[in-house]
């Protein structure tokens, strides 16, 4: 879907990156690939958001936008500013911590002028997010490994019959939680799609279903090993060694072709690559450098 509005001279022109998003929570390391799928010639890749020093976002649908008036692609995973507390003039509606609220505000309002400027009717799916991301890191409070999808959708409304003018609005984000799962519940590979897609087998169903593809994993003490644990419901024992290695075999065994990246994240430690995307995402730090210690953040402390 390319979604653009013409004015006069003036353009936008937004592309929707599709993929897919592969996360194994291990022996204290967050694993994640993304599979750059595209939904459309010309669309952008998968890029990461350097959110705070706990989580990273995938981003996924409307990232990238671009004006004739301006050759300067308009990018969601740039110029992030860091907040702290509670916008007042927001209502918050508690799906999720109020950190990650806030970061869903911050792209909302991003989003806001751009979507705007949408004036021609977009043949969209009212239930498909226009925009979405996938949120991995560490919750607050010693909450340990956490994994969010934030979704926004769009809603459009028909102004004038005459120029056939719509007004098109984003919508507050929706926030569902995809790990860990539910108290007493098997710890498996967990995937998120965009579009979402019911029809592909995640990586989590080939492998309990014996998949042809990872025969030679079960010969490889260590890998095989790693196998038998994720099939069983406990990927969180999986040595990290194991864990990325079978990851990184996996994903070409199912995505012939298709570029990927892959990462890690350490609780306290932020994330490093192990296969880097073309562009890696510009690190939160480097923006912090300068900032006085009163500046307003997103970051939490660890408490004691």
Do not use: C
């Not at 705007?116 to 997010?129: H, M, S, T, V, Y």
């Not at 990927?260 to 880097?276: C, R, S, T, V």
Request: proline share 10%; no cysteine.
């Amino acid at each position: 879907m390319r979604a653009q509005s013409r004015q006069g001279s003036d353009e936008i022109v937004t592309s929707l990156t599709g993929g897919r998003v592969i996360l194994h929570v291990a022996k204290d390391v967050i694993f994640f690939a993304a599979i750059d799928q595209p939904v459309e010639q010309g669309a952008p890749p998968p890029r990461v958001a350097d959110l705070d020093s706990q989580h990273i976002a995938i981003l996924f649908g409307a990232s990238e936008w671009r004006s004739l008036a301006d050759p300067k692609p308009i990018r969601m995973d740039r110029n992030l500013q860091r907040v702290s507390g509670r916008d007042s003039s927001y209502s918050y509606n508690g799906d999720a911590d109020p950190d990650l609220e806030i970061i869903g505000v911050e792209f909302l309002e991003k989003l806001r002028p751009l979507v705007a400027q949408l004036r021609r009717k977009i043949d969209f799916p009212a239930e498909q997010p226009f925009f979405e991301m996938v949120v991995i890191g560490y919750g607050p409070q010693h909450y340990g490994p956490e994994a969010w999808t934030v979704e926004y959708r769009i809603t459009q409304e028909l102004l004038s019959t005459r120029d056939n003018y719509w007004q098109t609005r984003i919508l507050r984000p929706r926030f569902t939680q995809i790990y860990p799962p539910e108290k007493h519940a098997p710890k498996t590979l967990v995937e998120a799609a965009f579009p979402a897609d019911a029809q592909s087998p995640t990586l989590q169903t080939l492998l309990e279903g014996n998949d042809p593809r990872f025969e030679s994993f079960r010969s490889e003490a260590s890998l095989g090993k790693a196998l038998n644990l994720i099939v069983k419901g406990q990927a969180q024992k999986v040595e990290p060694k194991d864990a990325a290695e079978l990851l990184r075999a996996a994903v070409p065994l199912l995505y012939p072709k298709q570029p990927f990246f892959m990462g890690k994240m350490e609780d306290q430690a932020g994330y490093n690559w192990i296969l880097p995307p073309e562009e890696p995402a510009e690190r939160a730090d480097k923006d912090d450098k300068n900032r006085p210690p009163e500046a307003p953040s997103l970051r939490k402390h660890p408490q004691n």
